[in-house]
């Protein structure tokens, strides 16, 4: 029973294990298509945003990525690329009809590197009511750009983080399959036959011997 128990965890774990390597694969996706879908804003700009939901969105300065032309402005469609993310002045304006939507705070606590697209967050904006605003930017780096949209930090993707608990359950199950394996091993060895041995020189003690010839019944 015991082996079958473990060769149940080993199956168990590889399977569990081989899982979430599979959603950590799709969690990984899963960001950089929300990095692709983020809305690009070109220093000397200004690109209104629609939210149609309560919740929370951050600005990015980003120093990789792809902008497209946005009318309006003196920007054409780009590919950027820079190792210092550039000074940039971001004002996010509340056209609500109340003009209550939505809070602004600094915050650089989200960031993304991913083939796509590579930035640091510098504000958060808490939206309690849908309504429409207005993120402008401004810069002396005319090559400047910001991305808005969602936290699309990796390491707090759903997925991901399922991905790292499967891993770990099922590494966790394998180790105790490898142990009582192990276990078993060691006492299927110690139950076999011993001959014990004096000396290098002398031969192997042994426990048996025929009976004396006066401890033999006698003959009838």
Do not use: H
């Not at 690109?47 to 946005?70: H, L, Q």
């Not at 600094?106 to 993120?135: K, M, Q």
């Amino acid at each position: 029973m015991r082996a079958r128990t473990n060769a149940l965890l080993w199956l168990l774990g590889i399977g569990v294990t081989v899982a979430a390597f599979v959603s950590a694969v799709r969690g990984v996706e899963q960001n950089q298509n929300l990095v692709v879908d983020l809305v690009r804003v070109p220093a000397g700009c200004a690109t209104t945003v629609e939210v149609s939901e309560a919740g929370t969105f951050f600005v990015y300065v980003e120093r990789k990525g792809r902008v497209r032309a946005v009318d309006g402005c003196d920007n054409g469609g780009r590919r950027y690329e820079s190792d210092v993310a550039p000074e940039v002045d971001v004002v996010v304006l509340d056209r609500s009809d109340a003009g209550t939507g939505g809070t602004t705070y600094d915050d650089d606590s989200v960031s993304y590197s991913t083939p796509e697209g590579v930035g640091e967050s510098i504000l958060r904006v808490e939206v309690t009511e849908p309504g429409t605003f207005v993120i402008e930017v401004r810069s002396s780096d005319p090559s400047a750009v910001v991305a808005v949209g969602p936290d699309v930090a990796v390491e707090r993707n759903r997925l991901v983080l399922i991905a790292v608990a499967g891993v770990l359950i099922g590494l966790l199950m394998m180790a105790i399959a490898l142990v009582g394996t192990v276990r078993r091993r060691r006492r299927t060895v110690n139950t076999g036959p011993v001959v014990a041995y004096g000396t290098a020189t002398e031969e192997p003690t042994l426990t048996w011997a025929p009976p004396r010839p006066e401890d033999r019944a006698p003959e009838r």
